[in-house]
């Protein structure tokens, strides 16, 4: 089993930034995939974000390229998503999500989902 909790979320002005986290436990994170779902009201829950704990490598959705970064700690065993030049259509519940075997984007293939954090674009 994999707990995971995230935090970061809030309310912040077009054009601002957050970083999202989510701190992940119960097992190491050596052969998973990490990702950042996002769910807005009356919407299906999309992918935003995802890395290989091991290797670092990332993809990202279109709608997010080039403002959004994913990371990861070691350490902490913490990923990020560090959420830049944020638009009013970033207003969701960003949830954080873990698969083992293999990197996608269908939040159907994720084993373990955290609880979810409200980020909220002001325009």
């Known amino acids: 089993q994999v707990q995971l909790v995230e935090s970061g979320g809030g309310l912040v002005q077009a054009g601002g930034s957050l970083r999202l986290s989510c701190a992940a436990s119960g097992r190491t994170l050596a052969n998973y995939y990490m990702a950042w779902f996002r769910q807005a009201p009356g919407k299906e829950r999309e992918f935003v974000a995802a890395?290989?704990?091991?290797?670092?490598?990332?993809r990202y959705a279109d709608s997010v390229e080039g403002r959004f970064t994913i990371s990861r700690e070691n350490a902490k065993n913490t990923v990020y998503l560090q959420m830049n030049n944020l638009k009013p259509e970033d207003t969701a519940v960003y949830y954080c999500?873990?698969?083992?075997?293999?990197?996608?984007?269908?939040?159907?293939?994720?084993?373990?989902w955290g609880q979810g954090t409200q980020v909220t674009v002001s325009s």
């Open positions: 999500a873990a698969k083992r075997l293999a990197m996608a984007i269908n939040p159907g293939a994720y084993e373990y």
């Open positions: 890395i290989r704990w091991t290797f670092g490598s990332t």
